[in-house]
DNA sequence: CACTGTGAATGCATTCACAGCG
DNA sequence: CGCTGTGAATGCATTCACAGTG
């Protein structure tokens, strides 16, 4: 219970600022372990065993937990549904839902409307285009799929917070900038292409060639010293 | 031509260890947009054309070409024919393929069966595993699934390069380690959860709920300064 | 004493600034 | 000139080391 925080002040109403990009990722991480330990029942946790359960170092998880106030009892850890509860907050996935819609129901598409995570943790597919017109019409996980001119519409109809572009590279700019037009303020791609968005607008990509053939660059190029992210042991005799 | 290289004969055989992780990223994203340009003819590009197409900066680029030699002529730009054949060398991709195997074929699993950009890679899926009895036999993209008790036998078989793991998370690590025992190398993971891998084995996970989840944040806590990835303009008047 | 919280040190990656070449 | 290649400076993130607390 810090009575001084020296110059954290600086911190603009909503922190945001000082937040390493890393650490707002890692949030999510978080997150789900707490889910995962309160269905368990478990009350505290230390940023030790949240570590070794997540792959981290303890360290890093109290720094992050930081950035955003003190939650930590010291000797005890964390208490696990407060924790929670504040992450939840703090991420923005308190008690509410998120609009999503999606652009493209190819293999991929369909895969992504499926996905239980993205349902569980509160996103909920409120709209699905396609350009094929034997798509369209067509019901797939309860949505009715439209047709892809009716995407900027529909958008902002149904107020869609987060678009996901799931479209080939041809199209995908065009989709993006028409998911913007219709009020989408983040963005996750799946288009294996850079896409051009304004400052305002987050876009994540997704490119799964790129994790898949960036793989091979390690397999080919076998590192002396055996790496890894955890402990590399290099200076050790 | 510089002809004294101060002390970079630290660099070991086949370079690897001074290579930054991000650049391994970006190299597969370069080689991708150096085929579009060798495919539309072009002879001559230069770092900040690149930087341009793919939302980077040009120092960046050059850097990173840098890592493995000298690839380009001042004034003149990289030759896109030269440059590309190189760094498919370097990635580990040069006129050769490497063997996949999926583990689950359920809705993502079978997208990414589907996916063209694996294909186009040199990625060719030789076995399929999953644990439902109605599934095992099916052949789905030419590829009969087989049953998940013959995992590892199959990919040291097959002498598969690479597993990908799109399991429930219960049954995560289980797979993982028998792609491991199989001989696998490289595992591309879309379970989320945190995978215990010997650190001989290469490891990456693609956390779908974690990427939609973490743009969050940023809807929620909007920065001051509108912020994105490329120019910022802070210091700007 | 087991743990959190955090300055200070280190390490990794990007950007600046500019020498040098075609 | 236009562009590459690269030391030096900066910025971002992790890790170290330890003071402080329940």
């Known amino acids: 219970m810090t ?4 110059f954290k002040e600086r911190r603009a109403p909503g922190f945001r600022t000082q937040v390493p990009e890393v650490c707002v990722t890692r949030l999510s991480l978080y997150l789900r372990e707490l889910t995962r330990l309160n269905r368990q029942q478990v009350r505290m946790v230390s940023s030790r ?3 070794e359960s997540l792959g ?13 106030g003190q939650f930590g009892t010291s000797g005890r850890g964390y208490d696990v549904r407060k924790l929670h509860d504040r992450l939840t907050k703090i991420l923005g996935v308190a008690g509410r839902t998120w609009n999503v819609a999606l652009a493209g129901v190819g293999h991929l598409g369909s895969a992504l409307l499926a996905y239980r995570g993205f349902r569980e943790r509160g996103f909920l597919f409120r709209v699905a285009v396609d350009t094929d017109p034997r798509k369209i019409g067509q019901t797939i996980q309860g949505l009715t799929i439209a047709s892809a001119s009716q995407l900027a519409h529909r958008v902002r109809q149904q107020q869609i917070h987060i678009g996901l572009i799931t479209v080939p590279v041809e199209s995908a700019q065009t989709v993006c900038d028409q998911l913007i037009q219709g009020g989408v303020r983040a963005i996750l791609n799946f288009a294996p292409i850079h896409l051009d968005v304004p400052a305002s607008v987050h876009l994540r990509t997704v490119d799964l060639a790129v994790e898949l053939e960036s793989l091979v660059f390690y397999l080919v ?6 790496d890894s992210r955890k402990n590399s042991m290099v200076n050790g005799a």
């Open 3 to 6: 009575n001084a925080l020296p």
């Open 49 to 51: 065993q949240l570590a």
């Open 56 to 68: 981290l170092t303890d360290v890093q998880i109290r720094r992050d937990f930081n950035y955003f």
């Open 221 to 226: 190029h076998p590192s002396p010293d055996t």
